[in-house]
């Protein structure tokens, strides 16, 4: 058992590692109306639904890390809230709701939508660039939807993943 | 739930999370940073390969059949010659796009480099290239193309660096119209930047600017060379809400999709600020 869990870890660590590589990488995914996903915030989502709370958690450290330092140089957003929100999402999944498909993207489409947003305030509204809410509309919109597209997606690898190599 | 509360699993949750809110504190006063640095080693050979996979794409099928065509010719012919040929052709293919601007400019010390990532979570189209501190590069070096600015290092580790574009309203940059000598400052606008257009704003109400007058860098805050094209006017605007006139500016590259591009790491003028002037900052 304890093997398979090691197992299924390390396929968790490099579906992280090289959809961290393959996001960043020039020209690869085209931009639908401006944006691209944000597969990690995807795949620390749907890892955390199906892991108890602490593995989840650091799965969740692992992608904002890789978000917030591949392209900054410093920890912040991405790290901070994917941290709690996995800790969270991975004892809720265990105690409370069912990690079903219909549960999962429902707390996406919330979970999502608030890091991204966060993400907008953080980079356009305290900075006080002009024409903010035009970039929100074009862009983040359209990133959003993209994330919680690919979050379905995600689910059902990480549910094969974890039913193949689960406990 | 009071067990749970009292838990381990929550005792490690909130160490976790004071670590990181220590090293968020950490990581954002220091410039170059061993986290940042550690991912950015581990990830750069597999960046590196995926990079040059996607480095020729948005072909269409026949100008890939053409080019495969054109390709399998020249293959026949140089099959006979050095191994390491393919190689140094396209080295000197890339340096050669900076000759003229070195030509131009011997004073410049130029570091050709390429794009390794683009940053998708930059509104921006920053991206990282591909030197670091060991290329000699450091935070404010201009980075260009062989058209003219392209933005500047915004931060720098051992082995890449980041770049902002003149797209970004991060970006202020002293410059002149060629023809009518007015001056101002060339900043990113989020309602240009998709189109590729960034503005010369600050301009006086008794300006003489014209579509198709030609944007340079006045060199005067020491941050920029003086001289480097920044781009075409297309058009002249009246800013209602700040009641000043603005130019937009087209560059001469698309910088949403440049790949190659050369860093300037040293010139004639740098870190030297000329008083009296047209104010220029970053």
Same mark, same amino acid.
Not at chain 2, 56 to 75: A, F, G, H, P, V
Not at chain 2, 89 to 107: G, S
């Given at each position: 058992?304890q093997?398979?869990k ?22 690869l995914?085209?931009?639908?109306f ?57 004892f809720?999944a ?22 991204l ?17 035009t ?33 | ?65 053409t080019e ?17 040929y ?15 601007l ?11 480099s ?10 921006f ?17 201009p ?6 600015l ?6 720098? #580790?051992?082995? !890449?660096?980041?770049?902002?574009? +003149?797209?970004?309203?991060? &970006?202020?940059? =002293?410059? /002149?119209?060629n023809? $009518?000598?007015?001056?101002g400052?060339?900043?990113g ?8 257009l ?17 944007i ?34 087209k560059?001469y590259? #698309?910088?949403? !999709?440049?790949?190659?591009?050369? +860093?300037?790491?040293?010139? &004639?003028?740098? =870190?030297? /600020?000329?008083?009296n $002037?047209?104010?220029e900052?970053?």
């Amino acid at each position: 058992m304890q093997n398979l869990k090691f197992f299924r870890y390390l396929a968790y660590s490099i579906e992280i590692l090289v959809f961290f590589v393959l996001s960043s990488t020039p020209s690869l995914f085209p931009e639908i109306f401006g944006a691209t996903p944000c597969f990690l915030v995807a795949l620390s989502i749907t890892i955390a639904v199906f892991e108890n709370e602490v593995p989840a958690m650091i799965f969740g450290v692992a992608c904002g890390a890789l978000t917030d330092l591949g392209f900054s140089n410093s920890i912040g957003l991405f790290t901070i809230s994917l941290t709690i929100i996995c800790f969270l999402l991975g004892f809720c999944a265990n105690n409370i709701i069912a990690a079903n498909f219909y549960n999962v993207m429902l707390s996406a489409v919330f979970i999502i939508a608030a890091i991204l947003s966060l993400q907008f305030v953080f980079a356009f509204v305290i900075h006080g660039y002009d024409n903010a809410g035009t970039y929100y509309i074009n862009h983040y919109i359209s990133r959003i939807v993209q994330t919680i597209l690919c979050t379905a997606v995600f689910y059902f690898v990480n549910k094969f993943i974890y039913e193949t190599l689960g406990d | 739930m009071n067990d749970f509360f009292k838990s381990n699993s929550v005792r490690i949750f909130l160490s976790t999370v004071f670590i990181i809110i220590v090293l968020s504190v950490f990581t954002n006063s220091i410039e170059a940073n061993f986290l940042s640095s550690t991912v950015n080693s581990i990830t750069y050979p597999l960046s590196k390969v995926t990079a040059a996979a996607t480095s020729e794409k948005d072909m269409s099928y026949s100008e890939l059949l053409t080019e495969y065509e054109k390709l399998k010719d020249e293959n026949a012919q140089l099959r006979t010659q050095l191994v390491n040929y393919y190689d140094t052709l396209t080295e000197n293919t890339r340096l050669w796009k900076f000759y003229n601007l070195k030509k131009a400019h011997p004073e410049y010390s130029i570091v050709p480099s390429v794009v390794l990532r683009r940053d998708t979570n930059d509104e921006f189209y920053s991206f990282t290239l591909d030197k670091g501190t060991t290329s000699d590069i450091a935070v404010s070096d201009p980075v260009v193309s062989q058209n003219g600015l392209i933005g500047w290092v915004s931060e720098v #580790d051992l082995n !890449t660096c980041k770049v902002v574009t +003149i797209l970004s309203p991060q &970006t202020n940059v =002293g410059a /002149v119209d060629n023809k $009518s000598n007015d001056t101002g400052i060339v900043t990113g606008s989020a309602l240009y930047c998709d189109d590729n257009l960034t503005t010369f704003t600050k301009l006086s109400a008794s300006h003489k600017i014209k579509a198709g007058d030609i944007i340079t860098s006045t060199g005067v805050s020491g941050l920029y060379p003086k001289g480097l094209i920044i781009g075409e006017v297309t058009d002249v605007c009246y800013d209602t809400y700040n009641s000043t006139y603005y130019a937009v500016v087209k560059p001469y590259d #698309d910088i949403t !999709t440049i790949t190659d591009l050369a +860093i300037i790491t040293n010139y &004639t003028g740098q =870190g030297e /600020v000329l008083l009296n $002037s047209t104010t220029e900052n970053q």
